[in-house]
T-cell receptor
Framework: NAGVTQTPKFRVLKTGQSMTLLCAQD?????MYWYRQDPGMGLRLIHY???????AKGEVPDGYNVSRLKKQNFLLGLESAAPSQTSVYFC???????????FGPGTRLTVT | GIQVEQSPPDLILQEGANSTLRCNFS?????LQWFHQNPWGQLINLFY???GTKQNGRLSATTVATERYSLLYISSSQTTDSGVYFC????????????FGKGTTLSVSS
């Protein structure tokens, strides 16, 4: 099993550009999450999904959209990137509430 | 919301030393995980430990849920143990996501 994978690993955007980050998991997990990590801080939740076709906002959702069209994939979109969105983005998944979360390797995004 | 406090914020050790990292949380939880973030940024799951004690090689962890704290023990530290250690919790009946502490930065020198 590959576990949780993220694409791409690195990306540089100019202000105003758009992009989509892809998270895929092969563990048949229902729940998936997108977090961001800023320098010197722990991770903060952007959006999450409790099943195919569902999404919900987390702590810092502004400027991001998500979609969960397939159970194994969770997409994070930036419609108009801003320098404040420069961060490392982590995806995670677990079978359901209160179970251990498994994290992907992260995507380092720089917006200039 | 729930508060997660980790101590100490920074720790410097010589190779071979032992250490204890602490995580205090302000409300009941139904998930608690310890992670190691290595210098390359990768998050490594160490323990899933909402209660009780677990051991994995030189690392062990104990969570006392009734007193709202968890401890991570590192014995005979090695330079590869360097990095940031995060504690993260999911509040009981208050969402599904993990709430992270700010981490303990560990530096182990040879």
């Amino acid at each position: 099993n590959a576990g949780v994978t993220q694409t791409p690993k690195f990306r540089v955007l100019k202000t105003g550009q758009s992009m989509t980050l892809l998270c895929a998991q092969d563990m048949n997990h229902e729940y998936m999450y997108w977090y961001r990590q800023d320098p010197g801080m722990g991770l903060r939740l952007i959006h999450y999904s409790v099943g195919e076709g569902t999404t919900a906002k987390g702590e810092v959702p502004d400027g991001y959209n998500v979609s969960r069209l397939k159970k194994q994939n969770f997409l994070l979109g930036l419609e108009s990137a801003a320098p404040s969105q420069t961060s490392v983005y982590f995806c995670a998944s677990n079978p359901s509430d209160a179970y251990e979360q498994y994290f992907g390797p992260g995507t380092r995004l720089t917006v200039t | 919301g729930i508060q997660v406090e980790q101590s100490p914020p920074d720790l410097i050790l010589q190779e071979g030393a032992n250490s204890t990292l602490r995580c205090n949380f302000s409300d009941s939880v139904n998930n608690l995980q310890w992670f190691h973030q290595n210098p390359w940024g990768q998050l490594i799951n160490l323990f899933y430990i909402p209660s009780g004690t677990k051991q994995n090689g030189r690392l062990s962890a104990t969570t006392v849920a009734t007193e709202r704290y968890s401890l991570l023990y590192i014995s005979s530290s090695q330079t590869t143990d360097s990095g940031v250690y995060f504690c993260a919790v999911t509040p009981y009946q208050a969402g599904t996501a993990l709430i992270f502490g700010k981490g303990t930065t560990l530096s182990v020198s040879s």
